[in-house]
């Protein structure tokens, strides 16, 4: 499967310049990476805020539907990765991973991690009438110790998926169905169910080597790249409410189990809004499967197609905004939850693409940068 979506996954290979007439994008990414980039915005919308209240209180409960409503944004982003870089028949090869894809991984990734830190140092200048020395000592430490703004956590990530890449790449095509399944299966159990288990009993009282195995969110991304290549092929031969259902499943265990458990420590419980949690794992295979049995033969969707194009520089910028209406008394804490989360997060939404609109015309930053 060929596609010329944003540098989110690093296929674009040029935003179509380099498109034939054999190939065409993949809508089922388009429009999973359309959802995964609201989701990405009502998360930080909702958590600027939104949890301030009482567990359990109108606005607190407003404040994490919306955060549980699209929480598996960015498996679903690991997903369509794995969608696009993993079929036989895309060229990669461990050269090409370490002369392009990292490499422009990096920049994006050094520049606005440079960019946030720098709107810091701004905002300490004007607070205080003087820039100290101290403090872009440690805005240099920040950015070279990868002690980044939280967001660009998914940047990090991607550095590990794209150095596995060609060994991911050799598994898939040389494994059959069945051992496929059996991977996904104890990436599951290891990667999923383990690491939120274990803090309960029994798993919590398991000492030694064996309270090693559980797989960490860093490496839990690798599995979900397979397991988009996977649903890729086998989704569209369901019909699509199946994975209507499994995104509702999904949806209503970590918004339950969230809720249920915040409520009785009195403080937001987070254990089951992980990417890894099983709740989550749920709804981003129901949320790529649908669009996967839904939309495979589909050959375009332009407005997809270009939320899609806009959505790493989108990721990358909209704390930007978020931030900046935060500290205009505009924030889920100030706003009635219910509907601010959205109003804010469309508001971001419109911030970043602005900002694509505007920097995808200028070469090297299309390149390397968005």
């Not at 540098?7 to 429009?31: C, F, I, W, Y």
């Not at 500290?327 to 804010?344: E, I, N």
């Amino acid at each position: 499967m060929y596609t010329v979506v944003g540098k989110l996954d690093l296929s674009n290979e040029g935003d179509g310049r380099m498109q034939t007439l054999t190939q065409r994008r993949s809508v089922p990414v388009d429009a999973a990476k359309t959802a995964a980039i609201f989701g990405t915005l009502l998360i930080h919308a909702s958590a600027a805020g939104g949890f301030a209240g009482a567990p359990g209180s109108f606005g607190w409960t407003s404040a994490l539907f919306w955060n549980c409503l699209l929480r598996s944004a960015v498996p679903v982003f690991f997903l369509c990765s794995g969608a696009l870089l993993l079929p036989p028949e895309k060229e990669v090869t461990v050269r090409r991973v370490w002369t392009k894809y990292i490499p422009r991984i990096l920049a994006a990734l050094l520049f606005w991690a440079a960019a946030y830190e720098g709107v810091e140092l701004l905002r300490g200048w004007r607070a205080a009438g003087v820039l100290e020395r101290t403090a872009l000592r440690q805005a240099a430490l920040n950015l070279v110790l990868f002690h980044h703004k939280n967001h660009l956590y998914y940047l990090h990530i991607i550095l590990l998926v794209y150095a596995v890449l060609p060994l991911t790449r050799r598994l898939v095509a040389a494994a059959d169905r069945r051992l496929l399944n059996y991977a996904l299966g104890i990436w599951f159990v290891l990667g999923c169910l383990a690491p939120t288990l274990k803090f309960f009993p029994p798993l919590s009282l398991v000492g030694g080597i064996p309270a090693q195995y559980p797989i960490n969110l860093t490496w839990c991304a690798v599995g979900y790249g397979v397991l988009g290549d996977v649903l890729t092929q086998e989704a569209p031969r369901h019909r699509p409410r199946t994975f209507v259902w499994l995104y509702l499943a999904g949806t209503a265990l970590t918004f339950g189990l969230t809720l249920a458990a915040s409520v009785k420590t009195g403080a937001l419980y987070q254990v089951f809004l992980q990417g890894s949690a099983p709740g989550v794992c749920l709804q981003a295979a129901g949320l790529y499967g649908f669009c996967a049995a839904r939309w495979q033969n589909r050959d375009r969707w332009p407005m997809a197609e270009t939320v899609s194009k806009a959505s790493f520089c989108i990721y990358l910028t909209h704390l930007f905004f978020l931030d900046f209406l935060a500290g205009r008394g505009l924030s889920a804490g100030t706003l009635p939850p219910v509907w601010g989360v959205p109003v804010l997060a469309a508001a971001a939404f419109g911030g970043g693409f602005l900002v694509w609109l505007v920097l995808r015309r200028v070469p090297v930053v299309k390149t390397y940068l968005i």
